[in-house]
């Protein structure tokens, strides 16, 4: 019987290391350099008076960023994990975990998610791989992860792309919408459903919503390219061969986030997936998301202090806050309402 413990903290080590150290940019671009607001000369607004702050799933942030899953389950996901917990306590925003499958296997992993002790007050959500729910887990393990992070809510995220290119993947997707909903019917915190990086379009964020889970993740194709993370792991000539294939699959997030907000505009919906600045943000809300996810440049940042992680909450909100004002968005509400144009490629 293969040491699963021992292979998946294994395997997220190997991920921090890849993502840190490889090229492993998707091929897509994310499709916000395609938007654009139109600039108000006049916004009659006082930059000083402008707030971010805002309501997410019953809990108020101060700004819409949220520092999207990364990591646990390692002695460097403890390190990473504590500098993100501690920044985004201290600027007042919502923080997501890796996925807690690592912190059900032993005590010490346990610890890499716990994570109260420096973040006390802010949105916190626990995560795990929705696959596990074909492979042994059901109601009582996400209950365990819930508990062991004190989350406020709970990420069951979609890889099957990376399960399939990984030699060790688990691929059995069948029927798992039944078990999703089985889980979103008996969950204590609500229940957001997110992908890694190929996006979710509004056939499938319907499905999702349907099935109980109450928001979605995008997730979307221009960021971290996780067939170009599995290529550095794999080892067979031919499975290199494929993850490469891949580099440029997947939905761009401006255009998913686009499609499943229109298509269900009472759904809560995070952006992220190749999100880098402010303004990514600013038009995410504008296209109708919720919420702004960043994760490669919150890793970066955390591998070196939790004051390189405030440093660049502040850069992005700073960023944001200077995008409000250029189009007269006084509050995040009124950014959500403001026009954005998509322009055509050979106009800008």
Request: with cysteine; charged share 20%.
């Amino acid at each position: 019987m293969e040491d699963y413990p021992r292979l998946t903290k294994s395997r997220k080590q190997d991920h921090i290391e890849i993502s840190l150290n490889k090229n492993v940019q998707s091929g897509i671009v994310t499709g916000f350099d395609h938007f654009h607001f139109n600039h108000n000369p006049l916004p009659e607004i006082d930059f000083q008076c402008i707030s971010t702050e805002s309501d997410f799933l019953g809990k108020t942030v101060q700004s819409p960023i949220l520092i999207s899953s990364m990591t646990g389950g390692t002695a460097d996901g403890l390190i990473i994990n504590r500098n993100l917990a501690k920044a985004a306590q201290l600027r007042g925003i919502a923080l997501a975990l890796g996925s807690g499958r690592a912190g059900l296997d032993s005590i010490e992993a346990a610890k890499t998610y716990q994570l109260r002790k420096w973040a006390p007050s802010i949105p916190v959500y626990a995560n795990l791989g929705a696959i596990q729910l074909n492979y042994g887990f059901g109601v009582d393990e996400c209950k365990r992860v819930v508990e062991m992070a004190e989350a406020d809510a709970l990420i069951l995220h979609l890889n099957s792309l990376q399960e399939a290119l990984q030699p060790e993947g688990q691929t059995n997707f069948a029927g798992l919408l039944k078990k999703i909903t089985e889980i979103c019917k008996t969950s204590s915190v609500p229940v957001i459903a997110k992908e890694v990086g190929w996006g979710i379009n509004a056939l499938a964020a319907r499905r999702l919503v349907d099935a109980g889970v109450s928001c979605i993740d995008i997730a979307g194709a221009g960021g971290t390219s996780w067939s170009e993370v599995e290529k550095h792991r794999n080892s067979s000539e031919a499975r290199i061969r494929i993850s490469s294939h891949f580099n440029d699959w997947g939905m761009p997030t401006a255009e998913a986030v686009k499609e499943v907000c229109q298509a269900l505009p009472n759904v809560p919906v995070i952006a992220s997936g190749g999100l880098r600045k402010g303004l990514d943000i600013a038009k995410s809300l504008a296209l109708g998301a919720s919420m702004g996810g960043i994760a490669g440049g919150f890793l970066k940042a955390a591998t070196k202090s939790s004051e390189e992680v405030v440093n660049l909450i502040d850069e992005l909100n700073l960023e944001l806050r200077i995008a409000m004002f250029a189009v007269g968005a006084g509050t995040i509400e009124q950014l959500k309402q403001t026009p954005i144009i998509k322009a055509h490629l050979n106009d800008r």
